[in-house]
C-alpha cells in the first residue's frame, strides 16, 4: 500500500531563518506531487506542483520554493522565512497511471510552521 | 476557470440526525468531484469522488454524495450523523482538461451528542 511521510511534524523558525520540509511517498512509482498550505485551518492553496524529476511548476509568486530531487521525494523551501509564511503545510500525491485525470490525491499528515 | 463554493462555514446536527454538507461548482467541462475530511491537525482524508456515472456516490465511513448537473451541486450526505463526524469537510473540483484541484473554504460540522 502507498503511504506519504512529512516531517518535522512541528516547527517553530525566527524570522529570517531558512527552511526545508520534506515530503515522501512509498509503494508507487512517478506520482504526481502536491504542496499546499492552509491557513487558520480554512482553505487549502495550492503552491507547487510536480508532474515528475526536476519539474516544479509554481502557482504563487512568493518566497518559497519546491525541488524534487528524486521521483518520490518533494521538498519545500525557503531562504528567508516570513511572519507571513505560518502555516500548515500539506503534501499530497496522485497516482500516475491509467486516466490520471480522474484519481484522487492522497494527503500527508502536515506540518504545523510557526515564524516568530 | 474552475471553483468551488460551500455555503455554509458551519453545519451543526444532533447525533443521529441526518446530516447535509453543501457544494456547488463552476466548471467548464463535464466537472471530476470530491470530497475530503480533515480532523484537527491533521491531514485530509478523502472520502469519495464523482467521474461519471450514477449521480449517487457511496464513499467511507456512511458518507454519499449526490452529484446534480442542472443544480452544479455535489452535497454530501449521512442519513444518521454520528459524534465522531464532527471535522471539517472539504469538496473539490477538477477540470477534466486541468491538473490541478479547486478547494472549497470548508465547511465545520459539529455533531452534538
Known amino acids: 500500500s502507498q503511504t506519504i511521510h512529512q516531517w518535522p511534524a512541528t516547527l517553530v523558525q525566527p524570522v529570517g531563518s531558512p527552511l526545508s520540509l520534506e515530503c515522501t511517498v512509498e509503494?508507487?512509482?512517478?506520482?504526481?506531487l502536491y504542496w499546499y498550505r492552509q491557513a487558520a485551518g480554512r482553505g487549502l492553496q495550492l503552491l507547487f506542483y510536480?508532474?515528475?524529476?526536476?519539474?516544479i511548476s509554481s502557482e504563487v509568486p512568493q518566497n518559497l520554493s519546491a525541488s524534487r530531487p528524486q521521483d518520490r521525494q518533494f521538498i519545500l523551501s525557503s531562504k528567508k522565512l516570513l511572519l507571513s509564511d505560518s502555516g500548515f503545510y500539506l503534501c499530497?500525491?496522485?497516482?500516475?497511471?491509467?486516466?490520471?485525470?480522474?484519481?484522487?490525491?492522497?494527503f500527508g499528515p502536515g506540518t504545523r510552521l510557526t515564524v516568530l | 476557470a474552475q471553483s468551488v463554493a460551500q455555503p455554509e462555514d458551519q453545519v451543526n446536527v444532533a447525533e443521529g440526525n441526518p446530516l447535509t454538507v453543501k457544494c456547488t461548482y463552476s466548471v467548464s467541462g463535464n466537472p471530476y468531484l470530491f470530497w475530503y475530511v480533515q480532523y484537527p491537525n491533521r491531514g485530509l482524508q478523502f472520502l469519495l469522488k464523482y467521474i461519471t456515472g450514477d449521480n449517487l456516490v457511496k464513499g467511507s465511513y456512511g458518507f454519499e454524495a449526490e452529484f446534480n448537473k442542472s443544480q452544479t451541486s455535489f452535497h454530501l450526505k449521512k442519513p444518521s450523523a454520528l459524534v465522531s463526524d464532527s471535522a471539517l469537510y472539504f469538496c473539490a473540483v477538477r477540470d477534466p482538461h486541468d491538473y490541478k484541484l479547486s478547494f472549497g473554504a470548508g465547511t465545520t460540522v459539529t455533531v452534538r451528542a
Open positions: 499530497a500525491w496522485r497516482a500516475d497511471r491509467g486516466l490520471a485525470r480522474i484519481n484522487e490525491q492522497f
Open positions: 509503494g508507487t512509482s512517478n506520482p504526481n
Open positions: 510536480s508532474v515528475g524529476i526536476g519539474q
